[in-house]
Antibody, heavy 120, light 112 residues
Framework: EVQLVESGGGLVQPGGSLRLSCAAS????????MSWVRQTPGKGLEWVAN????????YYVDSVKGRFTVSRDNARNSLYLQMDSLRAEDTAVYYC?????????????WGQGTLVTVSS | DVVMTQSPLSLPVTLGQPASISCRSS???????????LSWIQQRPGQSPRRLIY???DRDSGVPDRFSGSGSGTDFTLRISRVEAEDVGIYYC?????????FGQGTKLEIK
């Protein structure tokens, strides 16, 4: 059974940093692209970043470019999202998601999410 | 970014009756490989999102066959042939043809 478990969320001040983790199990982690997607009551669902199988290619939505970094440790079956220079508008539930194993097969499986709150 | 527009935003349905949700994209979602990169996502109350449909009309494994997707180009539809209580939630269309993937506003399905 595919399982994705996020952790690392919490309360952080504007301008601060946070690192999210996603522990994957139930599949061969090195075979799949991974993604981060966030959800807010106001803006709905928003794609954040994609990362290819070996971590050599990262893609970001414009609103987080230069501030967020997606990475993975294939030996630990883990995905990460380093979030720097956080803003109030980054407040959201952050989900990690796994693709289907083919081009543009995004977000077949989702984790349970971790809440990030950016506030002073 | 590609704008995804859903209608209706609220959908009250009687148990056992059909339901239909529309989604329109601001750009074509057809690739040169012939595939149409439109997915449908279900989010039940208090749960994480779950993909139901990919490539406009293919059901993910474990998805009941009462769910079906159709459409091409810029106009798409999710149909539920007979609504069950477990179908309550919010449904999103999602385009993955263009970067970044974008979502519709969501359609809240409730039981009358």
């Amino acid at each position: 059974e595919v399982q994705l478990v996020e952790s690392g969320g919490g309360l952080v001040q504007p301008g601060g940093s946070l690192r999210l983790s996603c522990a994957a199990s139930g599949f061969t982690f090195t075979n799949f692209w991974m993604s981060w997607v966030r959800q807010t009551p106001g803006k709905g669902l928003e794609w954040v970043a994609n990362l290819n199988e070996d971590g050599s290619a990262q893609y970001y939505v414009d609103s987080v470019k230069g501030r967020f970094t997606v990475s993975r440790d294939n030996a630990r079956n883990s995905l990460y999202l380093q979030m720097d220079s956080l803003r109030a508008e980054d407040t959201a539930v952050y989900y990690c998601a796994r693709d289907s194993g083919w081009s543009r097969g995004y977000a077949q499986y989702w984790g349970q999410g971790t809440l990030v709150t950016v506030s002073s | 970014d590609v704008v995804m527009t859903q209608s209706p935003l609220s959908l009250p349905v009687t148990l056992g009756q059909p339901a239909s949700i529309s989604c329109r994209s601001s750009q074509s979602l057809v690739d040169s490989d012939g595939n149409t990169y439109l997915s449908w996502i279900q989010q039940r109350p208090g749960q994480s999102p779950r993909r139901l449909i990919y490539k406009a009309s293919d059901r993910d494994s474990g998805v009941p066959d009462r769910f079906s997707g159709s459409g091409s180009g810029t106009d798409f539809t999710l149909r539920i042939s007979r609504v069950e209580a477990e179908d309550v939630g919010i449904y999103y269309c999602m385009q993955v043809m263009h970067w970044p993937p974008t979502f519709g506003q969501g359609t809240k399905l409730e039981i009358k």
